[in-house]
């Protein structure tokens, strides 16, 4: 019997992984915030999972956060800027021996919450699969895709890689599991904030392309310096690819914008820029970006961290 998997998260990729794994049969428990989020849920019936145009409900228990059931795995599925709160809240509950599963974007949350659990295992992700949620409680699977899982500090892939193969999770275990994460987070500082700038789809940079190359050339010199060459290989060849496959896609930061929520601009071009000035680089374009950004957030209202 797989042990209990706890989903922290109910947004569109929590809710993707839940729903998938207790259509396998695996336990699953959602942790919800408090009471009144709990009672809506409640009330809804549960998870609805729209595949294909297909949905389907799933009845998965849920609880809140001060719930007293131990924690053993943890999926980490909230943004970056509430993880370490989040789990900081879920402390009292975790065993000594828990595994965290991280699936933000960006870097420097993963951290954050490793620092608070060294006794825990946690095995950050990244993920390419494509959901978003149409409701409260209604996640639609938007494009499949492909989830990396790794731990920088024990190499050997945990048993319960087998739930999700039994899900239809597709994965794969990565020993260089930061490369992938460097990687993924230059293509979404070389993307994301400029569809947010120039209010289009990821196919309107091709507009842009100019701006698309500095700042890629920016962000491999960035790579570079930080020990991460795998991670640059190529880097302007493959943003210019994904901007060709996802055209018709808003990123995920517009819809952040557009949806009036905060965005991740701490853990892409923040962390980006950080990183920068630890290593006494100076990339005027990504700094010029970061600064574009936050002013563009402030005048709509929107946090700039």
Known sequence: MSSTWHVLGA????SLWATRLARAGLPVRLILRDA????????????TLVEQGQAHRFAIPAQTVDAAEPITRLLVACKAYDAHAAVAQLLPRLSADAELILLQNGLGSQDAVAALLPSARCIFASSTEGAFREADWRVVFAGHGFTWLGDVAQPLPPPWLEDLAQAGIPHEWNTQILTRLWRKLALNCAINPLTVL????NG???DHHCEVATLCAELTELLQCCGQPAAAEELHNEVQRVIQATAAN?????QDVAQG???????LLGYACAAAARHHLSLPHLEQLRERLATHLANHGLPVD
Do not use: K, V, W
């Open 204 to 206: 309107g940079l091709l």
């Open 198 to 201: 120039y209010d289009c789809r």
């Open 261 to 267: 929520r905060r965005t991740e601009i701490s853990y």
């Open 250 to 254: 808003y990123s995920s930061m517009y």
């Open 36 to 47: 009144a989020r709990l009672a809506a849920y409640e009330a809804s019936g549960g998870l």
């Open 11 to 14: 947004g569109s990729l929590g």
